[in-house]
């Protein structure tokens, strides 16, 4: 079975400010993919950022980059020059590459950016 | 070109009432999932449909719960005799084939409640 942890319920940090949310996993897979999903109170599911684990070069998207360690299962997102609009839900996401193709997501973590 | 449509937004159900929740997904997209968020956790996954084929419905709650995907028409959640456990936000979501390859696009979900 897969799992996936988010260990920080909320942050909160200065805008302009750098932040890094927390995300471990579990899984006994080799091939697999990893998400960031922003939820802003819309309630939108947005796709931040994708890692192949496959690639060893981690993902960067903009602001937006991750610190993929597989063999520690970890995976860390990285928000550079935080804005106001970035304050939302962050959820951390496990897809597996063979079988029904579903998404298995941590607990969120809720990010607030103070002006 | 719309995304993922989801209606209605918001649902309310009495204790023991039938609830309908419709998807349409993106155009050309083929696959639909749907999950669950209850307050304050992230989504869990419930079903995966093609065109007039469930794939893998592990995540369904085995009574009450159903879903179908038509050939024609919009994938729906049906959940039976409504309890207030219920209470929740459904995600759909839709992809081509191969949908954590080719990218998932989730709708922004019906929220539903039970009184």
């Known amino acids: 079975a897969q799992t996936v942890t988010q260990s920080q319920p909320e942050m909160s940090v200065q805008e302009a400010e750098t932040v890094t949310l927390s995300c471990t996993y579990d899984t006994s897979e080799n091939n697999y993919y990893l998400f960031w999903y922003k939820q802003p109170p819309s309630r939108q599911m947005i796709l931040v950022i994708r890692?192949?684990?496959?690639?060893?070069q981690n993902a960067t998207e903009n602001r937006f980059s991750v610190n993929f360690q597989k063999a520690a299962k970890s995976f860390s997102l990285k928000i550079s020059d935080s804005q106001l609009g970035d304050t939302a839900m962050y959820f951390c996401?496990?897809?597996?590459?063979?079988?029904?193709?579903?998404?298995?997501f941590g607990q969120g973590t809720r990010l607030t950016i103070n002006p | 070109n719309a995304g993922v449509m989801q209606n209605p937004r918001h649902l309310v159900r009495r204790r023991g009432q039938e609830a309908r929740l419709r998807c349409s997904p993106m155009k050309g997209h083929s696959h639909v999932y749907w999950y669950r968020q209850l307050p304050e956790e992230g989504l869990k996954f419930m079903v995966y449909?093609?065109?007039?084929?469930?794939?893998?419905e592990s995540g369904m709650p085995k009574e009450r719960f159903s879903a179908e995907f038509p050939k024609e028409g919009p994938s729906i959640l049906r959940i039976q005799q409504v309890v207030r456990g219920d209470s929740a936000a459904y995600f759909c979501?839709?992809?081509?084939?191969?949908?954590?390859?080719?990218?998932?696009?989730f709708g922004s979900g019906t929220r539903l409640t039970v009184v």
């Open positions: 449909l093609q065109k007039e084929n469930i794939i893998d």
């Open positions: 979501a839709s992809s081509p084939p191969h949908g954590l390859l080719n990218g998932y696009t």
């Open positions: 890692q192949e684990a496959y690639k060893q």
């Open positions: 996401a496990l897809g597996l590459i063979q079988g029904a193709q579903k998404l298995v």
